[in-house]
């Protein structure tokens, strides 16, 4: 089981910002100028590497994704039932599966297109096939416009976690609102909870540690419960 550093997730673009962000660095990092008077192999060769570096960076960006977001199956129960009852299981794992049916389609996509390119027999022939290619693969992830929002969010919750080893030996500290749980984290550990002389300060989990009979302990505050 691994241990996941949740602070260290890469954001999420939107479905806009991920597609600007690939056509932008398709136009500046791939040649721009083609004429008429090139051999048709050479103009074949300029709109398939525009198509295959869109294609690239796609697949780059969605498997960036994919890979650091952790698999429910991979990481400790804890974390595995905390993202269930945050976020839903199911939805989050359709997250996921979506954007990698999208990653496979657009390589689809690629391949398919190149193949027609390359017995495209004119200038204009080959453009039409590149627009088309580059067209299908943006409409493809407009449709991604949720699920990139839900995992953005997954992502920015996640993120203000606090760091919690489940193999640690533990004390949940629980109970009725300004009864003293933070009070008592505090005296008890490095941690510095914000104490105030009315309910509900605490509105998240906070987490401190301290050294009992040689042993390390890891001790959560939580918020008030009714």
């Known amino acids: 089981m691994s241990h996941h550093n949740f602070k260290t997730l890469t954001p999420v673009p939107s479905a806009k910002d991920f597609i600007d962000v690939i056509l932008s660095k398709t136009q500046r990092k791939t040649p721009t100028v083609v004429h008429k008077g090139y051999a048709i192999s050479r103009?074949?060769?300029?709109y398939i590497r525009k198509v295959k570096f869109t294609q690239?960076?796609?697949?780059?960006?969605?498997?960036t994704i994919l890979s650091e977001f952790p698999r429910l199956e991979e990481v400790h129960p804890?974390?595995?039932d905390l993202i269930n009852v945050l976020y839903s299981r199911d939805h989050y794992k359709l997250a996921l599966g979506q954007l990698n049916t999208a990653r496979n389609l657009i390589d689809g996509i690629a391949k398919d297109y190149i193949r027609m390119i390359k017995y495209g027999d004119s200038l204009y022939r080959c453009k039409q096939l590149k627009r088309a290619a580059l067209g299908r693969m943006c409409t493809l992830m407009k449709k991604m416009k949720?699920?990139?929002?839900?995992?953005e969010q997954v992502r920015q919750h996640l993120s203000r976690l606090p760091d919690i080893d489940p193999s640690t030996r533990t004390l949940l500290i629980t109970g009725y609102p300004n009864v003293g749980k933070s009070s008592f984290i505090n005296k008890i550990s490095r941690a510095d909870v914000d104490v105030q002389n009315y309910a509900f300060t605490t509105k998240s989990l906070f987490v401190g540690h301290f050294d009992f009979h040689y042993h390390r302990w890891q001790v959560i505050d939580t918020p008030g419960i009714l």
Not at 43 to 46: A, T
Request: avoid cysteine.
């Open 43 to 46: 103009i074949r060769s300029f």
């Open 56 to 63: 690239s960076n796609y697949h780059e960006r969605l498997t």
């Open 78 to 80: 804890f974390y595995a």
């Open 146 to 151: 949720a699920s990139l929002g839900y995992l």
